[in-house]
């Protein structure tokens, strides 16, 4: 039994991780070509220009992983219609969400990099980089749903081939834009939407072709079910406005205190620490639809043992990510072509930051595991302290009392203190047992 469950887990979960380095790659790639391109300072930018982007993943977040969490539980229980609604249910409603954001980014540029922090030297960067970002959100959403819902439908391993496909795409039009073209961030941007409609694309045969058991059609709408799958997928919402926010914050804490230089380093620490988020969001997005399944045929044993496993794999790969940028991280950060003095604040503080990727691996499976057993209300609590109470208040606090290179400290604080709530509210909550609704 437990073999089997090893098997399921490595189908699911290395797939996933590796279509979320291959995620995270478009990031990098993108900083290695506007570091090199561009200059310093568009570093800089893409970093400050990363909290609106970051909203726009939660949008689609919120349209998506509710739906995928009720889809996993009905097909766990055999009711394959009950599914396809929410699949048709999440399909309508993130379309709607990407036209939303797609007009947001691209009418409202400019107040959205002032409100970013942007000053003079970043300002007309960030506008580059943001309208053609934002002029591509449709084609961004369709790829979150369709990954999320492919992997969710027994095909993991296509959605690992979409993003492998889109990545080396993104790299050579990166090259082509920034280089040749001369393009700058707009042509980063361009790059990096042309990309991903290539692998939303490549993901979406797997509906086309009729290859599983969740099917596009016929779209019915319910208002109670649309409050079941937005209520589902507040959590996760929630949870991935932690970044942006956390962001946000450590950019004004920096540029207040720091200045320009702090924060070029800063993108380059994100950049290079990304790598290790791809890690727990992988694991975590690879065991929900396990987890979903698990609850959905009341199978207490196996749904705990497939949470203890992600906890395993993500202390495990989390910490061996962060021991390599030790001892490599130099080289790395030297690939973004930035100026001396960047690359010496980036290779003396990455250690201090990169290690809260570590306890985040953990607290991101825990919020996973509460709404894919319907605690909601748990992990909605978890989520809102993580992503608008505790990180902003450290990330205010600690520079204000200890000084502005404390900053550096507040994301492993700010998570650990995250991580001490999650474990009392699993403990609450299961106190009884798991309760099967």
């Known amino acids: 039994m437990k073999n089997q469950r090893a098997r399921k887990v490595a189908n699911y979960v290395i797939p996933t991780v590796l279509s979320q380095c291959a995620f995270f790659l478009f990031t990098i790639v993108d900083g290695v070509f506007v570091g090199n391109g561009v200059g310093t300072d568009a570093l800089g930018a893409v970093n400050l220009a990363m909290p609106f982007i970051m909203v726009i993943g939660a949008a689609f977040m919120l349209t998506t992983?509710?739906?995928?969490?009720?889809?996993?539980?009905?097909?766990?229980?055999?009711?394959?219609?009950?599914?396809?609604?929410?699949?048709?249910?999440?399909?309508?409603g993130t379309l709607t969400a990407a036209f939303v954001m797609m007009l947001?980014?691209?009418?409202?540029?400019?107040?959205?990099?002032?409100?970013?922090?942007?000053?003079?030297?970043?300002?007309q960067l960030v506008c580059d980089y943001l309208f053609w970002y934002s002029l591509f959100a449709v084609p961004s959403g369709l790829m979150t749903f369709m990954n999320n819902y492919c992997r969710n439908d027994g095909s993991p391993v296509l959605v690992s081939v979409g993003?492998?496909?889109?990545?080396?795409?993104?790299?050579?039009?990166?090259?082509?834009?920034?280089f040749p073209l001369q393009k700058g961030l707009m042509g980063a941007a361009i790059a990096t939407g042309i990309s991903q409609t290539c692998g939303m694309l490549i993901v979406s045969t797997h509906f086309i072709l009729r290859r599983g058991q969740l099917r596009v059609g016929r779209f019915c709408f319910s208002g109670k079910l649309a409050r079941k799958l937005l209520l589902r997928g507040t959590p996760e919402a929630i949870a991935q406005f932690a970044v942006p926010v956390a962001t946000l914050c450590t950019n004004y804490v920096l540029l207040g205190r720091l200045g320009d230089m702090a924060v070029n380093a800063y993108s380059i620490i994100c950049y290079v620490a990304s790598?290790?988020?791809?890690?727990?969001?992988?694991?975590?997005?690879?065991?929900?639809?396990?987890?979903?399944?698990?609850?959905?045929?009341?199978?207490?044993?196996?749904?705990?043992?497939?949470?203890?496993?992600?906890?395993?794999?993500?202390?495990?790969?989390?910490?061996l990510i962060n021991v390599v940028l030790l001892f490599v991280g130099g080289p790395i950060c030297k690939m973004f072509g930035a100026d001396a003095l960047t690359l010496a604040c980036t290779g003396q503080y990455m250690p201090r930051y990169a290690w809260g990727f570590i306890i985040m691996s953990v607290n991101t499976l825990i919020s996973a595991y509460l709404y894919s057993t319907k605690r909601t209300k748990q992990a909605v609590i978890l989520n809102l302290c993580r992503s608008f109470l505790l990180d902003s208040a450290v990330i205010f606090a600690v520079p204000a009392i200890f000084g502005g290179n404390a900053v550096w400290l507040t994301m492993g604080i700010y998570e650990g203190l995250a991580l001490l709530l999650g474990v009392v509210l699993l403990r609450t909550s299961e106190r009884n047992g798991i309760v099967f609704r």
């Open 104 to 123: 947001i980014g691209t009418c409202l540029t400019s107040r959205i990099a002032t409100l970013l922090g942007a000053n003079e030297t970043y300002h």
């Open 163 to 178: 993003s492998t496909i889109a990545t080396v795409i993104n790299i050579f039009l990166d090259w082509l834009f920034v």
């Open 275 to 319: 790598f290790s988020a791809a890690i727990f969001i992988g694991v975590s997005s690879g065991l929900q639809p396990l987890l979903g399944q698990s609850y959905g045929a009341k199978d207490a044993q196996e749904l705990r043992w497939y949470f203890r496993a992600g906890v395993l794999i993500d202390l495990i790969g989390s910490t």
């Open 65 to 92: 992983i509710g739906g995928v969490t009720v889809a996993a539980i009905r097909l766990g229980r055999g009711d394959i219609p009950g599914a396809n609604q929410a699949f048709m249910h999440s399909l309508a």
